[in-house]
Structures are given as structure tokens and as C-alpha cells.
């Protein structure tokens, strides 16, 4: 049985239709349809059973099928490792969500880079959402994000647990309470990081259990814009609390039943992790632990 044959009737069994096997594989049907007879052929066994047009795994299929899926895992991991030799690693693409990404990369082109001239460094500011899906593409090699719940589709390196807190101007009347409820805020115009931000979602929670709608005036991406719109008292936001540096003349108020991200540093699940990549894992937990960054942890 040839890596070919393997392939192909993985992504039979994975469709459980050719046409659709051949077209992930970038194949004609008819390709597919004759490597999965001669397959039947040289193994003497029916793998399939057809029923009109569908398809259907047979028992012996099944049985084939647990012992290629592991031969093809290890295949597709030597590939990776092969690639990550011939491009030596030092190469390190990571993204952050802008919340982080304000407070972790002046010390990573700063401090890291100094120490470590030798590591190319690609960083990218992105939601989560974003991020995730460029992890599990292997576009990037590591993400920070910003989580409520975790994935078993990646590894997670804890840093922060970090408080979410309503972020408004000098002089809102607000400010001078110690704390503020949901409640209070059903009529504030808001400006907040767009929908694919975790923390956007994890405030329109909190409003939809007290059946109250955000007053939103603008959606940005950008956490300068959302900060600027505050500055300039045309709205108020919600922020990570490590995300609001002295200089930016915000004022954060923790709410009072208050609400928390966790924040880690995450890789795809099974996939090796090359020295220099831990590298800036301990770097980046050790720069959490061990400054005054404004989480509880």
C-alpha cells in the first residue's frame, strides 16, 4: 500500500464521498474512484459498502482506517519537523490581541530582541477569534490571547487572570462611585473593540442577563480609536485593566459583580515547540510574573 493510496482512502472514509474526497485532495474523481478499486484489489477486502450513491465504511474499512490514521499523523508531523529544520526556527511568528500587544511588545522588540538578536521576530495584532484560526492554519506559531473557555484544539501557558473594567474620561459622573453596576450603564454611549474581540462578547453577556441593550455607538478594531473616542469624551468603553497605561488620561472602574479574561500564550495542540520558541514563552511569563501589570492572577 503506497502514502498515496493511504491518503486517498483516509479522506474516502473522512467524507464518506469520492467526489468530495477528490475535490480536498485537488483530484478528479475518477482518480480517487480507481485508486480506491485497486486498493480493494491488492487488500482482498471490501472496505466499502454502497448503498445507490452513498457510501458507507465496512467493518474491514473501519479496522484499516485505525491502523493508517496514526501512520499518517506521524507522516504529517515528520513533514513539519522537516520544514522547521530547513527554516532553523529562529524565524517566530506570534499574534496578540491589541489589549496585550500594548503592554507586551515595546519588551519584546526591546528587552528580547537585545538578548536575543539572532530570533526574527513577526508579530501581528489581531482578536482572538483571528488568531486562533491563523494557529490552527499554522500561518503563526504562537498566539497571547484573551479567553473565557478553553480549546482542546490547542495547549494553553497560563499568564494572568485579568480584570475587565469600564473605562471612561476624567470628570464622568460615574467616576466617582467605587464601582459600578450593568445597570447603570443602560443609557452610556459606548465605543467597543469589534465583535471579534472576546471581551466584546463577554460584555453583551452581561448586559443580555439584566435584558438591557448596549448603547454602541461605534465598532473599531483599533484600540487607539476606542481610546481616542474616550479621550475626547464622545464615549465611554470597556477594557482589560492592563490595557489602560497612566498616560492614556482613562479613568477604569471595576463593576460590581466584576468579570475576568484569562490570558495565555497558546500553541497548536501536538505540535512541537522549538527551543527558541520557548524561548519567548519564558520570556513572556516571566514579564507577567515578575513586573506591575494590572491583572489578578
Not at 21 to 38: C, F, W
Not at 196 to 215: D, V
Not at 269 to 292: G, H, V
Request: charged content about 20%; glycine content about 2%.
Amino acid at each position: 500500500m503506497t502514502i498515496i493510496q493511504m491518503k486517498y482512502f483516509y479522506e474516502v472514509c473522512r467524507w464518506q464521498n469520492i467526489t468530495k474526497a477528490a475535490e480536498y485532495l485537488h483530484v478528479s474523481q475518477p482518480t480517487v474512484s480507481v485508486a480506491m478499486q485497486i486498493l480493494e484489489a491488492e487488500t482482498g477486502l471490501n472496505l466499502f459498502r454502497r448503498n445507490g450513491k452513498k457510501l458507507f465504511v465496512s467493518k474491514d474499512g473501519n479496522t484499516l482506517l485505525t491502523k493508517i490514521r496514526p501512520l499518517l499523523e506521524e507522516l504529517d508531523q515528520l513533514q513539519h519537523t522537516i520544514n522547521d529544520m530547513s527554516h532553523r526556527r529562529n524565524h517566530i511568528r506570534i499574534a496578540l490581541p491589541p489589549q496585550v500587544g500594548s503592554y507586551v511588545i515595546p519588551f519584546l522588540l526591546g528587552d528580547f530582541r537585545q538578548t536575543h538578536s539572532e530570533i526574527i521576530l513577526e508579530i501581528i495584532e489581531i482578536s482572538t477569534a483571528d488568531s486562533l484560526q491563523l494557529l490552527k492554519n499554522e500561518t503563526i506559531d504562537m498566539a497571547i490571547i484573551n479567553y473565557t473557555h478553553n480549546s482542546n484544539d490547542f495547549s494553553y501557558h497560563h499568564l494572568a487572570t485579568s480584570e475587565c473594567c469600564f473605562c471612561t474620561y476624567t470628570g464622568h459622573p460615574l467616576t466617582k462611585r467605587t464601582s459600578i453596576s450593568i445597570n447603570a450603564l443602560k443609557n452610556e454611549p459606548l465605543a467597543m473593540l469589534d465583535t471579534s474581540f472576546n471581551i466584546t462578547h463577554l460584555i453583551y453577556r452581561e448586559f443580555a442577563k439584566e435584558n438591557l441593550q448596549m448603547k454602541i455607538i461605534h465598532y473599531s478594531p483599533h484600540l487607539f480609536t476606542i481610546k481616542s473616542l474616550v479621550q475626547h469624551k464622545i464615549a465611554s468603553t470597556f477594557l482589560m485593566r492592563h490595557a489602560v497605561s497612566p498616560g492614556d488620561n482613562l479613568i477604569p472602574l471595576s463593576l460590581a459583580k466584576p468579570l475576568y479574561l484569562e490570558t495565555a500564550i497558546v500553541t497548536k495542540r501536538n505540535r512541537q515547540i522549538y527551543a527558541d520558541e520557548r524561548l519567548i514563552i519564558n520570556f513572556i511569563k516571566n514579564l507577567f510574573n515578575n513586573t506591575t501589570i494590572h491583572v489578578n492572577n
